[in-house]
DNA sequence: TCAAAAGTGTTTGCAATACACCCATGC
DNA sequence: GCATGGGTGTATTGCAAACACTTTTGA
């Protein structure tokens, strides 16, 4: 985050990313290590200034992918945080997008301004510099909401995906478990996934169908009043 | 929103406010007669620069008061907007608060850059300049989701109302009907509201029942595992 | 043959829906 | 009396929850 063009950046504006994954029936977010000063060498969100030429939403998609190497991936604007002291050496209001990241889609690739970078287990998160666990919280409990009427879920899964894991998916941002058959049941009559010629291979039991998702079936569903809803 | 002291604000950044109110059965949108330029003479949003010794929030609340009159009411953020060319003379990024405020609560008042203040209808809103027509769209989505999870309604009627009323908003918000006895039941099984010893009067027909929202009532059951839904 | 997950069927009870109906008040 | 909204009662239906059960695969 250091300012290297003054000419070129809003000063007291910059964009941070929440990036999110699901691995392991777990919700993850990803950090990268300061390589900078204030709190150098500390896990923290990516991000960096906004420019003058670019629109808010194009610097949250270009510090992602120069800090993580993540790029084209469902993003979306959380808000504004700008409270007086968030930042310690100057006034900073940050503009939080959070983006959701299929498994494998990323390849981790730290920038400049960061030596490494790495997925952390929402319930083991470390020490975080500035606000950066209240955006994430915030981050989170948005997320929540949004997975109850939008079928954004799918965005954190493979293309091709059992739904067991999406039942596995659902159940690790709730926080509790669903009946299977039930689950099966109301996820089907959507009719919002279409069985592949293709089952699970390898697995030390019965193998699964596999689904994808049907965006313009979706869409199409939509136009007609209907409203996804877990 | 003349700049008319360099030093105290920061100058790329705004805040704008949606006002909605609710009278007559229709939601309203409060909105302001622009006094300078660009767009002289235009309804606009009430909005105003950031200074660099507030918060956002604070400088939303500060523009609302100085602007309308209006104070002491729910707020919420609703988010970031940036597009290059939102703005013709420079590019301002602007953060949007939406608000919701009780009948006879607003006493208008315009301030320095408005000549005039006035509640349009949401389906009769008059030219809008830059960006504001999607602005209020976007708030009204988001109110719309809003009000299906959190009891913010009550924000938009007097503090003592019958149940018709509420009725009459949640129809006006979702631009449905909804069955009188079984909204009744549903809106008094959720143990929200208190019956005061009070009814209509001068009504030309059986006086209704008064009621008051319960915050604290709201509140505990929250922390239980309570989920309002409407 | 056993463990583990895939997948189906069925019962039950609650809650949303759709009404029909009576009550109070002002004009 | 009548229009208007206040307010209650009830039959029906749909659907979510609970759980018992069969199937398939690898080790």
Redesign the interface.
Known sequence: MKITDTENI?E??SVDCVIFGFEDARIKVLLIKRSIEPEFGVWALPGGF?R?????EAASSRVLKERTGVANVYME????F???DRFPLK?V?T?VYYALVKPGKYKLNAGPDASDARWFNLSELPYLPFDHEKIILASLARLR?QFK?KPIGFNLLPDKFPLLKLQELYQAIYGIEFDKPNFRRKIMKMNLLVPLDEKQKGVPHRSAQLYKFDKNRYDALTETGFIFEI
Chains 1, 2 share one sequence.
């Open positions: 809003i007291p504006l906004i003058y030429s670019e629109n808010i604007q959380l808000g504004a700008g409270e007086l006034r209001i503009i909401r009427y």
